[in-house]
């Protein structure tokens, strides 16, 4: 089985503080994504990753950075975390693009607290 | 763009009463189409997907979809509710031409009755 984990279930912090949330798969998954969830707005797309180093924005990138060093690690980066980011933040990867049908698996979440 | 609606926020079912939870989606040519389940706390299952083939999907835990492209629609269905299935529930829909990208719905968030 696919297996998506994420560094921390639950995570608190300060604003202004620079935060990492990491997430490894270990499917060997060309394609890694980061999404948050919010009540009522369902998953929305904050930067996905079709290879190492290569990364493509979402649909809401701002206030946040992401880095692919190696292919089973995608790391998302709040340079200076704001209350506006306490979310559930999800981790998911998928096989590459050519592959018909390729759903993506989904780590457990990691629920941040921005104070 | 493409794009996905999930008209129902919460729906309410009964134990033992059959669910339809319905998708609608927004894609110029045949999509993939995917359903996913959320229990509280947990990361998204896929139930299921559509990307050729039968119309009538079959997914894991008893649950069944059918695309219908002069609808747009890609509804989930199951004849007899069990407790266990309450969870929230979300469509998704993803280009052939994107990358592996998926748009995913709001969600439908089903409560089951004893």
């Known amino acids: 089985d696919v297996k998506v984990t994420q560094s921390s279930r639950y995570l608190v912090k300060r604003t202004g503080e620079k935060v990492f949330l990491e997430c490894v798969q270990d499917?060997?998954?060309?394609?890694m994504f980061w999404y948050r969830q919010d009540p009522g707005l369902g998953l929305r797309l904050i930067y996905f990753s079709y290879d190492v180093k290569m990364k493509e924005k979402g649909d809401i990138p701002e206030g946040y950075s992401v880095s692919r060093e190696k292919k089973e690690r995608f790391s998302l980066i709040l340079e200076s975390a704001s209350t506006n980011q306490t979310s559930m933040y999800l981790c998911a990867s998928s096989l590459g693009q050519g592959t018909p049908g390729n759903e993506q698996f989904f780590g457990p979440g990691t629920r941040l607290t921005v104070l | 763009a493409q794009s996905v609606t999930q008209p129902d926020i919460h729906i309410t079912v009964s134990e033992g009463a059959s669910l339809e939870l319905r998708c609608n989606y927004s894609?110029?040519?045949?999509?993939?189409l995917f359903w996913y389940v959320q229990s509280p706390g947990q990361g998204l299952q896929l139930l299921l997907k559509y990307f050729s083939g039968d119309t009538l999907v079959q997914g894991i835990k008893g649950f069944e979809a059918e695309f219908k492209r002069s609808q747009s629609s890609f509804n989930l269905r199951k004849p007899s509710v069990h407790w266990s299935d309450a969870a929230e529930y979300f469509c998704a829909v993803g280009a052939r031409t994107n990358a592996g990208k998926s748009t995913f719905g709001d969600g439908t968030t089903l409560t089951v009755k004893p």
């Open positions: 894609y110029g040519a045949t999509p993939y």
């Open positions: 499917m060997d998954h060309e394609n």
